[in-house]
């Protein structure tokens, strides 16, 4: 099986184009080349495939083999594979994901796609939508105990759940051991993405992020978007604004517009191509358990 290996500022994935070829169990072939030190290593997998809907769609697989409903960092990087490659010469297409159609706009530099602006869509507030246990109107800054300590948590939905956590000294905290119990807190009933964020101005933020099936990324650019609405909804930036926020593999600048919408902006990254053999991951497939 051939793949490309890419990263969107860290967020890194194995890419396969499913026009050429075909992935059984992507869910356990997610978990077999993902592994860092047995595998490919990456944040997961994702398949570029032919659609109905759209000019092309995507499906992802987290580390831990569960299906992803959307991301923000593959999908700019589905957007510069899919031009540099010349699967398509526009500059604005659209993307099907498991949470909607997705609009790409493609900037190019010397004939390579440099950076990419998503349409996120609109957010997603209303509680039992996200989904979050809750019967309140919206999860704004609402207090959560995790492990014994309490935190002030905002909830939204980029196709995808996200809490949001303002606080100080991000770089201090230990993801590695209040990650898990915010992932699995019995408020979120599919899990949850978990943004630690501290506020520099009403226009920079810097965030950390856990993702649910994958851990500690370097970057997530749905949860750099839910951040920024939650970071409005708090009064820490404004609408219309666009706001620069620091991720631990680079920068994204993000604005939630009035109306709802929410655009990302920020670069994709083409590492390496490869070839997996087959016989490789037939071997590994009886081992692996899925999180599904």
């Not at 593959?74 to 993307?95: F, H």
């Not at 440099?114 to 704004?140: G, H, Q, R, W, Y």
């Not at 053999?277 to 081992?287: G, L, M, P, V």
Request: a negative charge; hydrophobic letters at 40%; one cysteine or more.
């Amino acid at each position: 099986m051939k793949f490309s290996k890419m990263h969107g500022i860290g967020n890194d994935y194995i890419y396969v184009n499913c026009f050429n070829e075909t992935v059984a169990d992507p869910e356990k072939v997610s978990v077999i080349l993902s592994n860092r030190r047995f595998g490919i290593g990456s944040d997961g997998l994702v398949l570029i495939m032919p659609s109905d809907k759209a000019d092309f769609r995507m499906r992802i697989f987290n580390a831990d083999g569960s299906e992803a409903m959307m991301c923000g960092n593959a999908s700019r990087c589905i957007g510069k594979y899919v031009y540099d490659m010349g699967l398509t010469d526009k500059t604005d297409i659209t993307l099907e994901t498991n949470s909607g159609i997705k609009l790409l706009k493609l900037f190019i530099k010397n004939d390579k796609v440099d950076s990419v602006t998503v349409d996120m869509n609109k957010a997603i507030l209303k509680p039992c939508d996200i989904p979050v246990k809750s019967d309140l109107e919206l999860f704004v800054d609402q207090p959560v105990t995790v492990d014994g300590a309490e935190y002030h948590i905002t909830c939204v939905s980029m196709g995808n759940p996200h809490a949001i956590v303002f606080t100080d000294n991000i770089d201090d905290l230990n993801l590695e051991k209040i990650g898990p119990s915010f992932e699995n807190h019995p408020l979120f009933p599919n899990r949850i993405n978990t943004e630690f964020v501290e506020v520099i101005d009403s226009k920079t933020l810097k965030m950390r992020v856990w993702e649910r099936g994958s851990g500690e990324t370097f970057a997530c650019g749905t949860g750099a978007c839910a951040t920024v609405v939650a970071a409005v909804l708090n009064d820490f930036c404004r609408y219309d604004d666009k706001i620069l926020v620091h991720l631990r593999g680079g920068d994204l600048r993000i604005t939630y517009k009035a109306d709802g919408t929410v655009l990302m902006t920020g670069p994709a990254s083409y590492v390496f191509d490869g070839t997996v053999s087959d016989e490789f991951i037939n071997s590994q497939k009886e081992n692996v358990v899925c999180q599904l």
